[in-house]
């Protein structure tokens, strides 16, 4: 295999990184044939008038519901796809073992004791270390945000509880989850480095609901965890207004949360085998995993669901696709995309060509927008799928996609992405809670996705040239 120099001009190490996936060098695609194009927009059409991913989202939200990564539910959730996936039409279907992480939520109690005692909707986050069985009882120290306690001396914060009260905003593209999911992730060590006792967090979400929003933290290395808890928006506000009185404010922590051995799960992978390039790979992915609060329906139910009724439609097309069209369902992307790591190892191991993947993570919201991160000589094609797209109301946007965090692995080896846009304004009024239940799933809004997907893959799947490969940034 191919070794790249650390020092390597941009030139050559595209061209490492092309070796290292098996990828060609920028081979100046053209714009994709009349022919393919009008299969493209026939298949969208008949996606869009005949497809049900909702059925798929409903068997796994009410056949298996919650499925965190090493439970009985994950365990349930790969045989569910394994047997789901045999019903529509693959040439090859497998399980790729992964060793993932364990977690127990256990219970959680959160409660006011001073100025004004009251009860407050909580949970632990993931990861997250239990408390001392009689639990935490100290007083508060509040910040307006991560910075403000990462500037903060340890005097102010140590024998403490600190309460990180940072919200996030609102917007289309859920850009604002980015720079509020700090205080979870990076958080309880900021909190934990300056002698914290626990932390509580504004939940990072955007629901005026009293439901409390769980995911992920991590500790870094060298640092003493402490229990780390997520409070509802409602409550956040709760907590905030009693500080106003001007006297200190103290709050009982209890949580039974605790790691466990790593477990077993699986990457479920599954082939449409090309009929002319079988060794050149259009990849589909998205999480197999949920939360455990509620079924995990818009994350990821809604994503399995959209793909694998993507792959039935081009099953069904009267030919084969050119490329091999694969998907695979991934295994604990939730706590620390385990899945992600194992495939992305293997694949480099066994040299394939992935030309393209694309990604479906964002909820089952309208696709509004389509962004690529290819090479500058495949524009031809995007632009080609953009004209596909538009009749589904989904605009053009620009050359900035990274991919999702499953592909993430596959993408900071030079692999190429596309990225169609769900409308995430709502997404996070239910994500990571116990609220995010099928219910909240438009089975039309469904359809325009498969649709999309459906269209955009055919084209990648079929058309001449490839779509380069692309520098990680900070090479």
């Known amino acids: ?218 500790y870094e290395e060298g640092v003493r965890p402490i229990p780390a808890f997520a409070i509802s928006n409602p409550d956040a506000d709760l907590l905030t207004a009693q500080f106003a009185a001007g006297e200190e404010v103290e709050l009982y922590l209890h949580s039974s949360a605790r790691n466990l051995s790593p477990a077993r799960s699986a990457n479920v992978i599954a082939d449409i085998r090309g009929a002319g390039k079988p060794d050149e790979i259009v990849i589909m992915g998205a999480h197999l995993d949920s939360w455990d609060l509620g079924t995990g329906a818009q994350d990821n139910a809604t994503g399995v669901a959209i793909l694998m009724e993507t792959a039935r439609f081009i099953a069904m097309m009267p030919r084969r696709p050119e490329r091999t069209v694969r998907i695979v369902l991934y295994a604990n992307e939730e706590r620390g995309l385990d899945g992600s790591r194992s495939y992305t190892a293997a694949a480099l191991q066994s040299e394939q060509r992935h030309v393209i993947g694309i990604e479906a993570d964002g909820g089952a919201g309208l696709i509004y927008r389509f962004d690529s991160g290819v090479d500058e000589e495949a524009f031809p094609v995007i632009d080609a799928m953009r004209e596909i797209l538009a009749p589904l109301g989904i605009e053009g946007g620009d050359n900035s996609a990274t991919g999702g965090a499953d592909l993430s692995t596959l993408r900071a080896e030079g692999m190429p992405v596309l990225s169609l846009r769900h409308d995430a304004s709502e997404y996070f009024d239910l994500h990571h809670t116990a609220n995010d239940t099928l219910d909240k799933v438009d089975p039309e809004a469904l359809k325009q996705a498969v649709a999309a997907y459906a269209s955009v893959v055919w084209i990648a799947a079929n058309v001449a040239g490839d779509f380069g490969a692309t520098v990680p940034a900070g090479e």
């Open 1 to 218: 295999m191919a070794r790249c120099l650390p020092a390597a001009p941009a030139a050559l190490l595209l061209s490492c990184f092309s070796l290292l996936l098996g990828l060609a060098a920028p081979a100046g695609a053209a714009a994709p044939k009349p022919g393919l194009l009008k299969e493209a927009s026939q298949l969208r059409d008949r996606a869009l008038a005949d497809s049900d991913a909702w059925q798929h989202a409903w068997s796994l939200t009410t056949e298996v519901g919650p499925r965190p990564a090493g439970s009985a539910g994950d365990r349930a959730a790969v045989t569910w796809a394994l047997t789901r996936l045999a019903e529509i039409g693959f040439d090859e279907i497998r399980p790729q073992p992964v060793e993932v992480s364990a977690w127990e939520r256990g219970t959680a109690e959160a409660r006011i004791i001073r100025p004004f005692p009251q009860p407050l909707v909580a949970t632990a986050l993931g990861r997250s270390v239990g408390t001392p069985e009689a639990g935490i009882e100290a007083p508060v120290v509040r910040f307006e945000n991560l910075a403000a306690l990462e500037a903060a001396k340890p005097e102010e914060v140590r024998g403490r509880i600190v309460f990180i009260d940072e919200r996030m905003e609102r917007e289309r593209d859920g850009s604002g989850y980015g720079p509020a999911v700090q205080k979870r992730t990076r958080g309880p060590s900021v909190a934990a480095a300056r002698g914290a006792l626990a932390l509580v967090i504004r939940s990072v979400g955007t629901s005026t609901h009293r439901f409390a929003h769980t995911g992920a933290t991590r």
